[in-house]
Nanobody, 121 residues
Framework: QVQVVESGGGLVQAGGSLRLSCAASGSIFSVNAMGWYRQAPGKQRELVATITSIGSTNYADSAKGRFTISRSNAKNTVYLQMNSLKPEDTAVYYC???????????????WGQGTQVTVSS
């Protein structure tokens, strides 16, 4: 079994910062790309940022310059540092990890349960 668990969400005022964490645990042979996505009420889930196992990053235009994604391969953990937060960043933030559970299996996506981020104006 593989578990992906996010933490670090909360309520913050506009202009503030939050740091999200996401740890993968359980039956893990290797972890490929990890990423953060978000879903606001009434909207589709959208990409925020992704990072490969060698540290290559990709950001949504809305996140560039304000958010930073990083990871610890030793801890199978990905982080999202969010600065200069805006009310429109309010959403449930989900972590995704491409995990290979054993050498005989292909990697597949595992998702966390989500963590709420609320930015007040």
């Amino acid at each position: 079994q593989v578990q992906v668990v996010e933490s670090g969400g909360g309520l913050v005022q506009a202009g503030g910062s939050l740091r999200l964490s996401c740890a993968a645990s359980g039956s893990i042979f290797s972890v490929n790309a990890m990423g953060w996505y978000r879903q606001a009420p009434g909207k589709q889930r959208e990409l925020v940022a992704t990072i490969t196992s060698i540290g290559s990053t990709n950001y949504a235009d809305s996140a560039k310059g304000r958010f930073t994604i990083s990871r610890s391969n030793a801890k199978n953990t990905v982080y999202l540092q969010m600065n200069s937060l805006k009310p429109e960043d309010t959403a449930v933030y989900y972590c995704s990890a491409q995990i290979r559970s054993s050498i005989s299996l292909n990697a597949r996506d595992f998702w966390g349960q989500g963590t709420q981020v609320t930015v007040s104006s």
